[in-house]
Protein backbone atom coordinates (compact mmCIF):
# COMPACT_ATOMS: atom_id res chain seq x y z
CA UNK A 1 0.00 0.00 0.00
CA UNK A 2 1.37 3.59 -0.77
CA UNK A 3 1.14 6.49 0.74
CA UNK A 4 -1.95 7.90 -1.62
CA UNK A 5 -3.86 4.52 -1.09
CA UNK A 6 -2.84 5.33 3.22
CA UNK A 7 -4.60 8.41 2.92
CA UNK A 8 -7.40 7.92 0.10
CA UNK A 9 -8.69 5.40 2.82
CA UNK A 10 -7.96 7.28 6.18
CA UNK A 11 -10.45 9.87 3.88
CA UNK A 12 -12.94 7.69 3.45
CA UNK A 13 -13.19 6.25 7.03
CA UNK A 14 -12.96 10.16 8.77
CA UNK A 15 -15.98 10.84 6.36
CA UNK A 16 -17.79 7.91 7.60
CA UNK A 17 -17.18 8.55 11.38
CA UNK A 18 -18.33 12.50 10.81
CA UNK A 19 -21.38 11.09 8.96
CA UNK A 20 -22.38 8.53 11.84
CA UNK A 21 -21.88 11.80 14.38
CA UNK A 22 -24.45 13.69 12.22
CA UNK A 23 -26.97 10.79 12.12
CA UNK A 24 -27.29 9.34 15.78
CA UNK A 25 -25.90 12.46 18.07
CA UNK A 26 -27.55 15.58 16.59
CA UNK A 27 -31.00 13.16 16.95
CA UNK A 28 -29.60 12.52 20.76
CA UNK A 29 -28.35 16.09 21.74
CA UNK A 30 -31.98 17.45 19.60
CA UNK A 31 -34.14 15.12 21.62
CA UNK A 32 -32.71 15.77 25.22
CA UNK A 33 -32.94 19.62 24.63
CA UNK A 34 -36.83 18.71 23.55
CA UNK A 35 -37.38 17.02 26.76
CA UNK A 36 -35.80 19.61 29.06
CA UNK A 37 -37.85 22.44 26.93
CA UNK A 38 -41.07 20.20 27.39
CA UNK A 39 -40.57 19.50 31.25
CA UNK A 40 -39.38 23.46 31.82
CA UNK A 41 -42.73 23.97 30.13
CA UNK A 42 -44.29 21.68 32.61
CA UNK A 43 -43.17 22.95 35.79
CA UNK A 44 -44.21 26.44 34.22
CA UNK A 45 -48.01 25.05 34.48
CA UNK A 46 -48.99 24.54 38.23
CA UNK A 47 -52.04 22.30 37.66
CA UNK A 48 -49.52 19.69 35.93
CA UNK A 49 -46.50 20.56 38.52
CA UNK A 50 -48.80 18.94 41.33
CA UNK A 51 -50.00 16.32 39.10
CA UNK A 52 -46.28 14.82 38.24
CA UNK A 53 -44.76 15.37 41.60
CA UNK A 54 -48.26 13.76 43.57
CA UNK A 55 -47.83 10.80 41.10
CA UNK A 56 -44.43 10.32 40.93
CA UNK A 57 -42.28 11.26 43.97
CA UNK A 58 -42.40 8.50 46.75
CA UNK A 59 -42.17 10.79 49.59
CA UNK A 60 -45.62 12.36 48.55
CA UNK A 61 -47.92 9.32 47.94
CA UNK A 62 -48.61 9.06 51.58
CA UNK A 63 -49.76 12.15 51.98
CA UNK A 64 -53.18 11.76 50.30
CA UNK A 65 -55.65 8.96 50.18
CA UNK A 66 -56.71 7.61 46.58
CA UNK A 67 -60.33 8.84 45.29
CA UNK A 68 -62.43 6.64 42.54
CA UNK A 69 -65.76 7.09 40.80
CA UNK A 70 -66.93 3.92 41.73
CA UNK A 71 -67.87 2.58 45.39
CA UNK A 72 -64.58 0.35 45.96
CA UNK A 73 -64.39 1.50 49.65
CA UNK A 74 -62.05 3.99 48.57
CA UNK A 75 -62.07 7.65 50.55
CA UNK A 76 -62.60 10.87 48.50
CA UNK A 77 -58.83 12.76 48.53
CA UNK A 78 -57.85 13.78 51.70
CA UNK A 79 -54.28 15.92 52.97
CA UNK A 80 -52.84 13.82 56.49
CA UNK A 81 -50.31 16.42 56.00
CA UNK A 82 -52.16 18.08 59.34
CA UNK A 83 -53.52 14.59 60.80
CA UNK A 84 -50.56 14.23 63.55
CA UNK A 85 -51.01 17.53 64.58
CA UNK A 86 -54.93 17.25 65.35
CA UNK A 87 -54.36 15.86 68.93
CA UNK A 88 -51.73 18.82 69.94
CA UNK A 89 -54.28 21.13 68.28
CA UNK A 90 -57.68 20.41 70.38
CA UNK A 91 -55.02 19.59 73.27
CA UNK A 92 -53.64 23.20 73.21
CA UNK A 93 -57.27 24.50 73.24
CA UNK A 94 -58.93 22.57 76.25
CA UNK A 95 -56.42 22.02 78.25
CA UNK A 96 -56.41 25.97 79.79
CA UNK A 97 -60.53 24.80 80.70
CA UNK A 98 -59.45 21.87 82.56
CA UNK A 99 -59.37 21.74 86.50
CA UNK A 100 -57.45 19.82 89.01
CA UNK A 101 -60.18 19.00 92.26
CA UNK A 102 -58.36 17.97 95.32
CA UNK A 103 -61.07 16.67 98.34
CA UNK A 104 -60.57 16.24 102.05
CA UNK A 105 -62.78 13.90 104.17
CA UNK A 106 -63.16 13.39 107.33
CA UNK A 107 -63.29 10.08 109.31
CA UNK A 108 -65.07 8.90 112.51
CA UNK A 109 -63.48 5.54 112.83
CA UNK A 110 -64.68 3.49 115.89
CA UNK A 111 -63.30 0.43 117.35
CA UNK A 112 -64.24 -2.35 119.42
CA UNK A 113 -64.15 -0.74 122.53
CA UNK A 114 -66.59 2.28 121.20
CA UNK A 115 -63.36 4.60 121.09
CA UNK A 116 -63.47 7.14 118.11
CA UNK A 117 -60.71 8.64 116.20
CA UNK A 118 -60.91 10.77 113.76
CA UNK A 119 -58.22 11.14 110.87
CA UNK A 120 -58.65 13.23 107.23
CA UNK A 121 -59.12 11.64 103.61
CA UNK A 122 -58.37 12.65 100.31
CA UNK A 123 -59.52 12.10 96.63
CA UNK A 124 -58.49 13.53 93.56
CA UNK A 125 -60.69 14.64 90.78
CA UNK A 126 -60.96 17.06 87.15
CA UNK A 127 -63.46 19.96 86.45
CA UNK A 128 -64.40 21.86 83.34
CA UNK A 129 -64.48 26.16 83.43
CA UNK A 130 -67.70 26.58 81.96
CA UNK A 131 -67.68 30.45 82.72
CA UNK A 132 -64.77 33.18 82.71
CA UNK A 133 -66.20 34.14 86.08
CA UNK A 134 -65.21 30.95 87.83
CA UNK A 135 -67.93 28.22 87.83
CA UNK A 136 -66.65 25.06 87.17
CA UNK A 137 -68.62 21.72 86.11
CA UNK A 138 -67.79 18.31 87.64
CA UNK A 139 -69.06 14.87 89.07
CA UNK A 140 -71.67 14.96 92.10
CA UNK A 141 -69.03 11.62 93.42
CA UNK A 142 -65.96 13.97 93.64
CA UNK A 143 -67.22 16.44 96.19
CA UNK A 144 -70.08 14.22 97.81
CA UNK A 145 -68.37 11.08 98.42
CA UNK A 146 -70.35 10.57 102.33
CA UNK A 147 -70.47 7.11 103.62
CA UNK A 148 -70.93 5.55 106.28
CA UNK A 149 -70.86 1.48 108.24
CA UNK A 150 -70.45 -0.13 111.21
CA UNK A 151 -66.56 0.67 111.90
CA UNK A 152 -66.63 4.11 110.02
CA UNK A 153 -68.39 7.46 109.00
CA UNK A 154 -67.11 10.06 105.92
CA UNK A 155 -68.11 13.34 105.96
CA UNK A 156 -68.65 15.43 102.63
CA UNK A 157 -66.11 17.04 101.77
CA UNK A 158 -64.71 20.04 104.27
CA UNK A 159 -62.44 21.27 101.76
CA UNK A 160 -62.02 21.41 98.36
CA UNK A 161 -59.40 22.82 95.99
CA UNK A 162 -59.04 23.75 92.70
CA UNK A 163 -55.89 23.62 90.46
CA UNK A 164 -55.90 25.33 87.28
CA UNK A 165 -53.96 24.46 84.49
CA UNK A 166 -50.66 25.69 84.29
CA UNK A 167 -50.92 27.32 87.83
CA UNK A 168 -49.40 25.58 91.09
CA UNK A 169 -51.86 28.20 93.50
CA UNK A 170 -54.62 26.15 94.86
CA UNK A 171 -57.89 28.10 94.71
CA UNK A 172 -60.57 27.26 97.24
CA UNK A 173 -63.69 26.49 95.83
CA UNK A 174 -67.39 25.94 97.53
CA UNK A 175 -69.89 23.86 96.77
CA UNK A 176 -72.93 25.86 94.27
CA UNK A 177 -75.25 23.00 93.65
CA UNK A 178 -75.15 19.18 93.10
CA UNK A 179 -77.13 16.70 91.53
CA UNK A 180 -77.39 12.72 92.86
CA UNK A 181 -79.58 11.76 90.10
CA UNK A 182 -77.46 12.81 87.42
CA UNK A 183 -74.26 12.53 89.27
CA UNK A 184 -73.42 16.49 88.35
CA UNK A 185 -71.88 19.30 90.54
CA UNK A 186 -71.25 22.43 90.26
CA UNK A 187 -68.49 24.73 92.21
CA UNK A 188 -66.98 27.47 92.30
CA UNK A 189 -63.60 29.23 92.70
CA UNK A 190 -62.92 33.53 93.81
CA UNK A 191 -61.34 34.26 90.27
CA UNK A 192 -62.38 35.54 87.18
CA UNK A 193 -61.07 35.97 83.45
CA UNK A 194 -60.62 31.99 82.84
CA UNK A 195 -61.07 30.38 79.75
CA UNK A 196 -64.24 28.47 79.66
CA UNK A 197 -64.55 25.40 77.59
CA UNK A 198 -66.09 25.27 74.27
CA UNK A 199 -68.47 22.53 74.27
CA UNK A 200 -69.81 20.64 70.91
CA UNK A 201 -72.86 18.98 69.92
CA UNK A 202 -72.23 14.95 71.37
CA UNK A 203 -75.79 14.19 69.36
CA UNK A 204 -73.41 14.17 66.35
CA UNK A 205 -70.98 11.81 67.59
CA UNK A 206 -70.07 8.95 65.13
CA UNK A 207 -68.81 5.39 66.50
CA UNK A 208 -64.82 5.39 65.81
CA UNK A 209 -64.77 9.05 65.96
CA UNK A 210 -61.30 10.06 67.56
CA UNK A 211 -61.57 11.82 71.41
CA UNK A 212 -59.29 12.71 73.54
CA UNK A 213 -59.69 12.63 77.54
CA UNK A 214 -58.24 15.18 79.58
CA UNK A 215 -57.90 15.46 82.83
CA UNK A 216 -56.16 14.80 86.58
CA UNK A 217 -55.90 10.93 86.67
CA UNK A 218 -53.72 10.49 90.13
CA UNK A 219 -53.70 13.51 90.96
CA UNK A 220 -50.50 13.43 89.31
CA UNK A 221 -51.78 17.05 87.03
CA UNK A 222 -53.56 17.79 84.05
CA UNK A 223 -52.90 14.86 81.31
CA UNK A 224 -54.43 13.74 78.03
CA UNK A 225 -54.81 10.37 76.89
CA UNK A 226 -56.57 9.25 73.54
CA UNK A 227 -59.41 6.97 71.66
CA UNK A 228 -62.31 6.10 69.98
CA UNK A 229 -65.75 6.68 70.71
CA UNK A 230 -66.32 2.93 71.50
CA UNK A 231 -70.53 3.31 71.55
CA UNK A 232 -72.74 5.82 71.69
CA UNK A 233 -76.15 5.94 73.90
CA UNK A 234 -74.28 3.36 76.30
CA UNK A 235 -77.11 2.52 79.08
CA UNK A 236 -75.01 1.73 81.95
CA UNK A 237 -76.73 1.66 85.46
CA UNK A 238 -74.65 1.81 88.93
CA UNK A 239 -76.05 2.48 92.12
CA UNK A 240 -79.58 1.50 91.18
CA UNK A 241 -79.78 4.90 88.52
CA UNK A 242 -79.22 4.33 84.68
CA UNK A 243 -77.69 6.62 82.75
CA UNK A 244 -77.10 6.89 78.51
CA UNK A 245 -73.50 7.30 77.96
CA UNK A 246 -70.79 7.67 75.80
CA UNK A 247 -68.54 4.54 75.83
CA UNK A 248 -64.81 5.44 74.80
CA UNK A 249 -61.36 3.26 74.65
CA UNK A 250 -59.48 6.39 75.72
CA UNK A 251 -57.84 5.40 79.19
CA UNK A 252 -60.12 6.84 82.03
CA UNK A 253 -57.94 6.77 85.80
CA UNK A 254 -58.98 7.62 89.13
CA UNK A 255 -58.90 11.53 89.06
CA UNK A 256 -60.04 11.49 85.58
CA UNK A 257 -63.80 11.79 86.82
CA UNK A 258 -64.98 15.30 85.92
CA UNK A 259 -62.67 15.70 83.18
CA UNK A 260 -63.62 16.39 79.43
CA UNK A 261 -64.15 13.90 76.75
CA UNK A 262 -63.02 15.89 73.88
CA UNK A 263 -63.17 16.04 70.14
CA UNK A 264 -60.54 16.41 67.31
CA UNK A 265 -61.70 20.50 67.38
CA UNK A 266 -61.02 20.82 70.88
CA UNK A 267 -64.69 20.79 72.10
CA UNK A 268 -66.20 18.89 74.45
CA UNK A 269 -68.72 16.36 74.01
CA UNK A 270 -68.73 14.69 77.54
CA UNK A 271 -67.60 14.50 81.09
CA UNK A 272 -65.94 11.43 82.19
CA UNK A 273 -67.60 9.59 84.68
CA UNK A 274 -66.62 6.18 84.99
CA UNK A 275 -64.84 2.73 83.95
CA UNK A 276 -65.05 -0.83 84.31
CA UNK A 277 -62.63 -2.25 85.74
CA UNK A 278 -61.32 -5.82 86.59
CA UNK A 279 -59.27 -8.78 85.14
CA UNK A 280 -59.64 -9.24 81.20
CA UNK A 281 -61.51 -5.79 81.28
CA UNK A 282 -59.78 -3.02 79.12
CA UNK A 283 -60.47 0.31 77.85
CA UNK A 284 -64.18 0.44 78.81
CA UNK A 285 -64.74 3.76 79.68
CA UNK A 286 -67.91 6.07 80.40
CA UNK A 287 -68.64 9.73 79.83
CA UNK A 288 -71.96 11.72 80.27
CA UNK A 289 -73.11 13.53 76.96
CA UNK A 290 -72.24 17.08 77.10
CA UNK A 291 -76.17 17.63 75.91
CA UNK A 292 -77.35 16.04 78.72
CA UNK A 293 -75.72 17.98 80.89
CA UNK A 294 -75.89 22.10 79.84
CA UNK A 295 -79.56 22.66 81.47
CA UNK A 296 -78.81 20.81 84.83
CA UNK A 297 -75.48 22.84 85.28
CA UNK A 298 -77.33 26.10 84.10
CA UNK A 299 -80.03 25.05 87.16
CA UNK A 300 -77.51 24.80 89.49
CA UNK A 301 -75.54 27.98 89.00
CA UNK A 302 -79.19 29.59 89.02
CA UNK A 303 -81.08 27.89 91.62
CA UNK A 304 -78.69 25.49 93.34
CA UNK A 305 -80.51 22.33 92.72
CA UNK A 306 -82.43 21.17 89.60
CA UNK A 307 -85.86 21.42 89.60
CA UNK A 308 -87.69 18.42 88.74
CA UNK A 309 -91.35 17.16 88.54
CA UNK A 310 -92.53 15.03 91.72
CA UNK A 311 -95.10 12.22 91.81
CA UNK A 312 -94.27 11.22 95.60
CA UNK A 313 -94.12 7.38 95.60
CA UNK A 314 -91.61 4.49 96.22
CA UNK A 315 -92.36 1.47 94.93
CA UNK A 316 -91.17 -2.32 93.49
CA UNK A 317 -91.05 -3.47 89.51
CA UNK A 318 -93.10 -5.81 88.47
CA UNK A 319 -91.76 -8.20 85.39
CA UNK A 320 -93.56 -11.06 83.92
CA UNK A 321 -92.42 -13.53 86.50
CA UNK A 322 -93.04 -11.42 89.89
CA UNK A 323 -96.40 -9.96 88.76
CA UNK A 324 -97.54 -13.83 87.55
CA UNK A 325 -95.89 -15.05 90.96
CA UNK A 326 -98.56 -12.42 92.95
CA UNK A 327 -101.21 -12.49 90.43
CA UNK A 328 -100.69 -8.73 89.62
CA UNK A 329 -100.23 -6.93 86.13
CA UNK A 330 -96.56 -5.89 85.14
CA UNK A 331 -96.04 -2.49 86.46
CA UNK A 332 -95.14 -0.71 89.59
CA UNK A 333 -96.49 -1.78 92.51
CA UNK A 334 -96.66 1.30 95.16
CA UNK A 335 -94.90 0.84 98.90
CA UNK A 336 -95.00 3.80 99.70
CA UNK A 337 -96.47 7.32 99.28
CA UNK A 338 -95.25 11.21 100.09
CA UNK A 339 -97.51 12.91 102.47
CA UNK A 340 -99.00 16.00 100.83
CA UNK A 341 -97.63 14.60 97.69
CA UNK A 342 -99.05 14.76 93.99
CA UNK A 343 -99.45 10.76 94.27
CA UNK A 344 -101.96 11.77 97.67
CA UNK A 345 -103.42 14.62 96.48
CA UNK A 346 -104.57 11.88 93.34
CA UNK A 347 -106.04 9.44 95.30
CA UNK A 348 -103.44 6.98 94.71
CA UNK A 349 -103.29 4.07 97.75
CA UNK A 350 -100.51 1.83 98.62
CA UNK A 351 -101.02 -1.46 97.10
CA UNK A 352 -102.09 0.25 93.90
CA UNK A 353 -100.14 -1.01 90.59
CA UNK A 354 -99.42 1.85 88.08
CA UNK A 355 -99.18 0.06 84.12
CA UNK A 356 -99.10 3.07 82.24
CA UNK A 357 -98.37 6.90 81.99
CA UNK A 358 -99.77 9.02 79.73
CA UNK A 359 -100.27 5.86 77.80
CA UNK A 360 -96.71 4.17 77.52
CA UNK A 361 -96.97 1.01 79.31
CA UNK A 362 -94.38 0.57 82.18
CA UNK A 363 -92.84 -1.93 84.65
CA UNK A 364 -89.94 -0.10 86.63
CA UNK A 365 -89.68 2.89 88.37
CA UNK A 366 -86.57 4.02 85.99
CA UNK A 367 -89.61 4.25 83.15
CA UNK A 368 -91.08 6.29 85.12
CA UNK A 369 -89.15 8.45 86.14
CA UNK A 370 -87.94 8.74 82.87
CA UNK A 371 -91.29 10.03 81.32
CA UNK A 372 -91.73 12.38 84.09
CA UNK A 373 -88.45 14.25 84.04
CA UNK A 374 -89.40 15.20 80.73
CA UNK A 375 -92.46 16.80 81.92
CA UNK A 376 -92.52 20.28 83.58
CA UNK A 377 -93.93 21.13 87.46
CA UNK A 378 -97.54 21.66 87.00
CA UNK A 379 -97.78 19.71 84.01
CA UNK A 380 -100.87 17.23 84.40
CA UNK A 381 -100.30 13.13 83.65
CA UNK A 382 -102.57 10.64 83.66
CA UNK A 383 -101.69 7.29 85.53
CA UNK A 384 -103.62 3.84 84.67
CA UNK A 385 -103.83 1.87 87.78
CA UNK A 386 -104.71 -1.72 89.01
CA UNK A 387 -106.73 -1.51 92.04
CA UNK A 388 -108.30 -4.72 93.65
CA UNK A 389 -109.11 -6.40 90.03
CA UNK A 390 -109.99 -3.15 88.36
CA UNK A 391 -108.48 -0.53 86.09
CA UNK A 392 -108.82 2.63 86.80
CA UNK A 393 -107.18 6.26 85.36
CA UNK A 394 -106.99 9.23 87.59
CA UNK A 395 -105.01 12.69 86.37
CA UNK A 396 -102.05 13.95 88.42
CA UNK A 397 -100.72 17.15 88.68
CA UNK A 398 -96.40 16.80 89.06
CA UNK A 399 -95.53 18.86 92.18
CA UNK A 400 -91.78 19.81 92.68
CA UNK A 401 -89.57 17.87 93.99
CA UNK A 402 -88.61 18.47 97.42
Do not use: C, W
Request: no cysteine; charged share 20%.
Amino acid sequence: MNDNDFYKNFDYSSKNKFQIGNNIFIPFLSGVLGSLLVLGITFGIPTIRNKLITSSSPSNISSVATSSDTNTGLIDTVSLNKFSDTAAYASSKVLPSIVGINVEYSITTSNMFFSQTQSVAEAQGSGIIVSDDGYILTNNHIINSSDSSNYYQMSEATKIEVYLYGDETPYEATVVGADTQTDLAIIKIDKSGLIKAELGDSSTLKIGESVLAVGNPLGVGTSVSSGIVSAVNRKVTTDGVTYNLIQTDAAINSGNSGGALVNNRGQVIGINTLKVAGDGIEGMGFAIPINDTIDIYQQLIENGKVLRPFIGISGIDLDEKTAKKNDLPVGIYVKEIETFSSAEKAGIKIGDVITSIDGTKISTMQELNNIKNKKKIGDTVILEIYRAGEKIETSLKLGETP
